[in-house]
């Protein structure tokens, strides 16, 4: 039998059963739809996550307090430690071989207030340095003063939504908000940014590092963030930070000092994970589907077994039998897994549209994975019904036995 003879044939069978056809195509997209879009969403997750921190750039090295020990893991991002570290170590790390500059940082929650409004805010005490290593850009005003780390300046830098929750319409520039029991004045707000390492841009204000030392009453700091000359120096100016902070607490490393590499590693691995587990959950759909194809292939034989009696007595051989059959279910295999293809690119673009920051798509390998694992599934769980019905003897088939 010509291939477009058989072609013909099939479409003609599956017009003639139509319910039977939309049962198989349903399932076989719904399989294929849903390997793609849970592939499409742990990528997409991946991508915003890896992308939120490689924002740090290749040449950042953050130094945590206490020593974490770890195998082929990220450090944890908070501990005890036995020894805090301080704004003196922070300067002795400016002054090292291959560093560019430093920035220290504290965390915490206040009340912060202006005139009848007030609400909780997280505040991070730094210098005007973390602006240009954290890639922060100023709307309106200007960023931390360029004073010493240890002068404790009323001023404040606010994120945008901080600015519309406390001021509105109102102009903030200049205005003194209370946090806590001191006050500050605001000099500039931050264009509207993400998340990153955990903070909400948009909800953070920034104060010089002293004043929130005084706010917070706490010495040690919470993390160190060191910019390096050029990632090739990274390796060596880590191991100087460390060494450093080891002759500054008294021969002991207290201290756990990670790169964007490792913390993109680790990551990685969890997230690459992440996404093949989901596509694994998916890819049972397409098993699912592939025993409704062996059942209806098996309803379809016993139904059209005087059909094939006469396909038989005219001529055709258990070869021909066989390939109608497989043919009719690759072809709704095929179907269905383009339709499926439209429905999960449908719904990642939806899905991009509600939320433009995170990249949601489906990688080309998935894409063409779903397809071929649709297709060989269809064919080799349609085998079994196909070979019965080619191996029916004409008379018997044509009396409806089968």
């Known amino acids: 039998m010509r291939t477009a003879d058989l072609l013909r044939f099939d479409f003609q069978v599956l017009n003639r059963h139509r319910f039977r056809a939309l049962m198989m195509l349903i399932a076989m997209s719904i399989g294929v739809a849903a390997v793609n879009l849970l592939t499409g969403l742990g990528e997409g997750a991946k991508a915003f996550v890896l992308g939120e921190f490689s924002m740090l750039g290749k040449n950042t090295l953050i130094m945590l307090p206490g020593k974490k020990e770890t195998s082929g893991g990220m450090p944890p991002m908070m501990g005890a430690a036995p020894r805090d570290i301080t704004l003196q170590d922070a300067e002795a790390m400016r002054r090292l071989s291959g560093v560019v500059q430093i920035a220290p940082l504290i965390v915490g929650m206040s009340e912060v207030s202006y005139g009848s409004r007030n609400r909780e805010v997280m505040i991070a005490g730094t210098t005007a340095s973390y602006f240009s290593i954290r890639q922060l850009s100023i709307r309106q005003g200007t960023a931390l003063p360029e004073v010493p780390s240890d002068v404790a300046s009323p001023v404040c830098v606010i994120g945008w939504k901080v600015k519309q929750e406390i001021f ?48 917070f009453n706490q010495e040690g700091l919470f993390r160190v963030m060191i910019e390096v000359q050029s990632a090739d120096m990274v390796k060596k100016t880590k191991q100087r930070v460390i060494d450093t902070m080891k002759l500054r607490h008294e021969g002991d490393e207290d201290v756990t000092v990670i790169t964007q590499d490792s913390i993109l590693a680790a990551f990685n691995k969890i997230l690459d994970t992440m996404t093949l587990a989901v596509g694994g959950i998916g890819a049972i759909s397409l098993l699912v589907a592939g025993i409704l194809i062996m059942n209806v292939t098996l309803i379809a034989v016993t139904q059209r077994t005087k059909e094939i009696g006469l396909l038989k007595a005219i001529g055709a051989t258990d070869r021909d039998v066989l390939q109608i059959f497989l043919t009719e279910a690759t072809l709704m295999a095929v179907l269905g897994a383009l339709l499926g293809v439209i429905l999960s690119e449908t719904a990642l673009f939806i899905g991009r549209v509600i939320f433009p920051d995170i990249g949601f798509h489906t990688p080309p390998w998935a894409m063409v994975m779903s397809v071929v694992i649709a297709i060989v599934t269809s064919v080799l769980f349609a ?14 088939a044509l009396q409806g036995r089968n």
């Open 383 to 396: 085998w079994g019904p196909s070979r019965r019905a080619a191996r029916m003897e004409p008379v018997n």
């Open 168 to 215: 509105g319409e109102r102009p903030a520039l200049g205005q003194w908000l209370k946090a806590g029991d001191r006050r500050f004045r605001v000099v500039g707000i931050m264009d509207a940014k993400g998340q990153a390492l955990g903070m909400d841009m948009n909800d953070l204000m920034l104060i010089p590092v002293a004043s929130a030392q005084a706010l």
